[in-house]
């Protein structure tokens, strides 16, 4: 009788692990993800270490505009989108007319980088100077008009800007369309009298060799808040200046999900805000979220 009892108590618990198993299908797996392209070098140093811990994980990446991804997450093209920042009143009511769920969080600080061509003598401006040169009226000491270069039409950076100066489709604005991060970087080294904007993950990462690469062929433009700064005021797009908000532009890079269930897509976001993810974002040279721990062991000195 105990031996039945042992052998009906062993089938019970072999059952239950089938059907933990069979909980998760194939699909769970694999996700669909839309990224605006200002954070593609982050992204893929996410993907790579997400894959190692996540081995039956299939995660599918586009780089694209932001308005592309919150339109590929409304279409159900997209289960999870990366972009810099939350949706907006319009986009809410729009998911929420088709009762879609979401979850929306935020994993990191960025901000858009200002970048030039070495021999421009606009490396330090202030922002009165910089608003000038967003709006097409800011000129070289030759008297050509300084060209404004974007990665995409209706990008983050271009959005931003856009926001950030108050600049309305009645202002006529001239500027460049260079359709990636990367043909921007391209296009400003070749001409001495473009201003890029960029996502500043394109070169932020000292250990990233291709962004080492980068510049060495441009200058990141230091902005001063003050009419007339002192050399001390200028500051640039790094990792300290963004935590602080010295740098006068920073925005939250927001993850948004229209998974209710822990499937990859939860997985992935989670990976990302945890402590793990947040040191590849710190290492990507943007800010966190939660500030990693760093332990330090004091040894007693040796008599």
């Known amino acids: 009788?105990?031996?039945l009892l042992i052998l009906c108590s062993l089938w019970a618990l072999s059952q239950c692990q089938v059907k933990q198993q069979d909980r998760y299908k194939p699909e769970d797996y694999q996700m669909k993800m839309s990224v605006d392209e200002s954070y593609q070098p982050l992204i893929e140093s996410t993907k790579e270490v997400f894959k190692y811990h996540y081995k039956n994980s299939e995660v599918?990446?586009?780089y694209k505009a932001e308005n592309e991804a919150v339109a590929d997450l409304f279409k159900n093209d997209a289960r999870l989108i990366i972009i810099s920042r939350p949706l907006t009143i319009g986009e809410k009511a729009k998911f929420e007319k088709e009762k879609i769920s979401l979850k929306s969080v935020p994993i990191g600080i960025d901000a858009p980088a200002?970048?030039?061509h070495p021999e421009n003598e606009d490396s330090l401006v202030t922002m009165s100077r910089l608003e000038q040169i967003v709006r097409?009226?800011?000129k070289n000491k030759k008297g050509d008009t300084i060209v404004l270069v974007f990665d995409k039409g209706y990008s983050s950076n271009l959005n931003f800007v856009r926001q950030y100066f108050k600049i309305t489709a009645q202002d006529s604005i001239k500027t460049y369309i260079a359709e990636s991060n990367q043909e921007v970087i391209n296009y400003v080294t070749k001409n001495k009298n473009a201003v890029g904007v960029i996502g500043v993950n394109w070169i932020s990462d000292i250990d990233d060799e291709n962004q080492q690469g980068f510049l060495s062929k441009i200058r990141v433009i230091a902005i001063a808040k003050k009419e007339n700064p002192q050399e001390s005021d200028f500051v640039q797009p790094y990792t300290a200046n963004l935590h602080d908000k010295s740098y006068p532009f920073t925005r939250e890079i927001t993850a948004i999900s229209r998974e209710t269930n822990a499937r990859i897509a939860t997985s992935f976001v989670t990976f990302l805000r945890n402590e793990r993810g947040q040191r590849i974002v710190l290492k990507a040279g943007l800010v966190p979220i939660?500030?990693?721990h760093r332990q330090i062991t004091?040894?007693?000195k040796l008599e």
């Open 60 to 62: 599918q990446i586009a």
């Open 298 to 300: 004091i040894k007693k």
């Open 114 to 116: 200002f970048i030039t």
């Open 1 to 3: 009788m105990r031996f």
């Open 136 to 138: 097409g009226k800011a």
């Open 290 to 292: 939660q500030m990693p």
